[in-house]
């Protein structure tokens, strides 16, 4: 288990990762999602989120109906609810996104173990390489964020991936670091 799996850290976090605990916590997003192993992923969970970042969580479900069955009950009611289906690097996925206070918020599922999904692969790649790079390559990143880049494509770009997709090469990155 991954220090970035369960979400108190963020308690004791800066003021954005102290308030997505607050709403996480005080609206029982992750309790309401504790059957399909809820792992809050993306840039909040490393601090190099910017301005419009959203609290993405990934999920893993068995059952597609019973996954949308339990978001549309506990999530429907909130501010500029959707949910859709699509494919997502070859995989059945449900997106739900939606609003709780000025957090944006995406559930997203498969029928595939947290730990195999890329968005959470990606995470912990990243995870490591701030701690390896340091303050500066992190502020690099949140710079290169602010100039409209995506997370993925940053850190390619900052760690000289340049052949071919960022998102498959950050993948390749992490085996060849292991």
């Not at 019973?66 to 449900?94: C, D, M, P, W």
């Not at 939606?98 to 918020?105: D, L």
């Not at 502020?139 to 995506?150: D, E, H, T």
Request: aromatic share 12%; proline share 3%.
């Amino acid at each position: 288990m991954h220090k970035l799996d369960n979400i108190d850290y963020l308690n004791s976090g800066n003021a954005v990762q102290q308030e997505a605990y607050r709403i996480l916590k005080d609206y029982r997003v992750m309790h309401n999602l504790q059957d399909f192993t809820p792992v809050l992923a993306g840039t909040i969970p490393l601090e190099i989120n910017i301005a419009d970042s959203d609290l993405d969580i990934v999920c893993y479900w068995q059952d597609k109906k019973l996954f949308t069955a339990n978001i549309t009950l506990h999530f429907s009611q909130y501010k500029n609810y959707s949910l859709r289906e699509a494919e997502v690097n070859g995989h059945l996925s449900v997106i739900a996104k939606f609003f709780i206070e000025n957090f944006e918020i995406e559930i997203f599922g498969q029928n595939i173990p947290v730990a195999q999904q890329y968005g959470y692969r990606h995470m912990i790649m990243e995870y490591n390489i701030l701690q390896q790079k340091g303050e500066n390559f992190k502020n690099s990143i949140i710079q290169l964020k602010k100039q409209g880049y995506k997370t993925e494509p940053a850190f390619a770009l900052l760690l000289g991936l340049e052949s071919g997709n960022p998102y498959e090469e950050l993948l390749n990155y992490e085996l060849h670091k292991k």
